[in-house]
């Protein structure tokens, strides 16, 4: 693998810039070069623009997340497009009752924690900066797919998959003139609750706005060919951006004591029906864990928490709030929390971890929080080479997308699953 070459041969390869030279963003960023000159480093010498005959694109690259309200006056909407998703939180035949029941009462206790963080969460914002900075580096790394056109799919919040996929359409994808878009996952771990739900909705909103297309002379239907980066655990530069996050944060503790700081990752939790149907989040939780703890040479003990748990029924733990309880009464009270299984600061750091977890400790002194990934540029050099991997690849979606939960009776994740996979590979491949 690329990433693990020395570093004297990865300067020579740089030196003959070749598409075999794109795999050096990581191996250089994690030696510690400015990203800014990696990626010129990376760049072919003759780019191909897109009016040379050899460019594929343009290619929408569209970011899926689950959002978060940008004004408290949003919150409702969000909580109630939250609770009513059953691949989220799965209520049973009284999903649409409960879900409106409980969205409703918890709207003024959420407003308020959107209000104490700002007025809003800040997912919106980062996510549509790193789609935007990932396509800049695209287009100049990747000029055969070029140019690279940035868009954001919400689950809950604005801008919604549909009104994604309007603007798709609006942009000149698909409606009979085709064109190839790559749904990229935000949730660096995969989840059906999360990814999944999230692939099953634009699944529908795809059935919905482009479902009825008809066949061209090229035998395609006209319509966009998806494909879908659905999983990134354990990419290098995503372990780096984590680790060298955390080595800043124990900087900030005395020499003396800093070996002995306890470092609690913690990951959003799932319903404990969700993880015995099967889903594969925590294992890969996990090995993204393990991975940044191998590229930190194990400096420091560690666990996996898990947090935000709702609702009455049981969640996977232990619980984040309680491990911080647990260990400060054990006497340790040097604790560094690090945020796991997200991208960008959202209400759950802001203000559970932040806002709840530390000031309610009273060690706020020694209980810290590394900061998210939010626009790090050795983060974005790690979304350009998830993505520019994958361009190059020319596979519609991972082989392990394909099988299902063993407990899953979803016809909605039958569907989707088989139109992702079943989208035709791309020309050249
Ligand atoms: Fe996992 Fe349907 S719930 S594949």
Redesign the pocket.
């Known amino acids: 693998m690329a990433f693990r070459l020395p570093t004297s041969q990865l300067y020579r390869a740089a030196a003959t810039p070749t598409a075999s030279a794109r795999p050096l963003l990581f191996s250089l960023a994690s030696s510690r070069h400015p990203p800014r000159q990696l990626r010129l480093l990376a760049t072919p010498a003759h780019p191909v623009t897109q009016n040379n005959a050899g460019s594929k694109g343009p290619t929408a690259m569209v970011f899926l997340n689950m959002g978060g309200p940008s004004t408290v006056d949003e919150v409702g909407d969000f909580l109630s497009r939250l609770f009513a998703d059953g691949?989220l939180i799965p209520l049973g035949r009284l999903q649409n009752y409960l879900g409106v029941f409980i969205s409703a009462r918890r709207t003024p206790k959420i407003k308020e924690q959107y209000a104490a963080i700002g007025g809003g969460s800040p997912i919106r914002k980062w996510s549509e900066y790193q789609c935007t900075e990932m396509c800049k580096i695209l287009d100049k790394v990747s000029p055969e797919t070029a140019p690279h056109k940035p868009y954001v799919a919400f689950r809950y919040a604005n801008p919604l998959t549909e009104e994604m996929y309007r603007k798709l359409l609006a942009d000149g994808f698909g409606n009979g003139k085709g064109g190839r878009a790559v749904a990229f996952t935000q949730y660096p771990q995969y989840s059906?609750?999360t990814t999944?739900s999230s692939l099953n909705e634009l699944w529908k909103w795809r059935q919905r706005l482009e479902g009825k297309a008809g066949p061209l002379e090229d035998g395609s239907d006209g319509s966009i060919r998806w494909s879908v980066i659905d999983r990134w655990p354990v990419h290098p530069g995503l372990v780096e951006t984590f680790a060298s996050n955390i080595e800043k944060k124990l900087a900030e503790y005395p020499e003396e004591r800093r070996k002995d700081v306890v470092l609690l990752f913690s990951a959003h939790s799932l319903p404990m029906s969700?993880v015995n149907?099967?889903?594969t989040y925590p294992a890969e939780v996990a090995a993204t864990v393990y991975a940044v703890m191998q590229r930190l040479k194990f400096s420091n003990t560690y666990r996996l928490c898990w947090q935000s748990q709702v609702g009455p029924q049981p969640w996977l733990g232990p619980q984040t709030s309680t491990s911080v309880e647990e260990y400060i009464a054990k006497g340790q009270k040097d604790l560094v929390l690090i945020p796991i299984a997200f991208t960008s600061d959202h209400i759950e750091t802001l203000y559970e971890l932040d806002k709840e977890v530390i000031s309610e400790s009273g060690h706020a002194d020694t209980v810290k929080r590394v900061e998210s990934l939010n626009g790090n540029p050795i983060f974005i050099d790690a979304l350009v080479d998830v993505a520019k991997t994958h361009l190059d690849s020319g596979i519609t979606c991972s082989s392990q997308m394909g099988?299902?939960?063993p407990?899953?009776?979803?016809d909605?994740?039958?569907e989707s699953?088989r139109f992702f996979a079943g989208q035709q590979t791309l020309p050249g491949h």
């Not at 407990?407 to 979803?410: D, E, I, L, R």
């Open positions: 691949d059906c609750s999944g969700v149907r099967g889903d099988l299902r939960c407990g899953c009776k979803s909605r994740c039958l699953k």
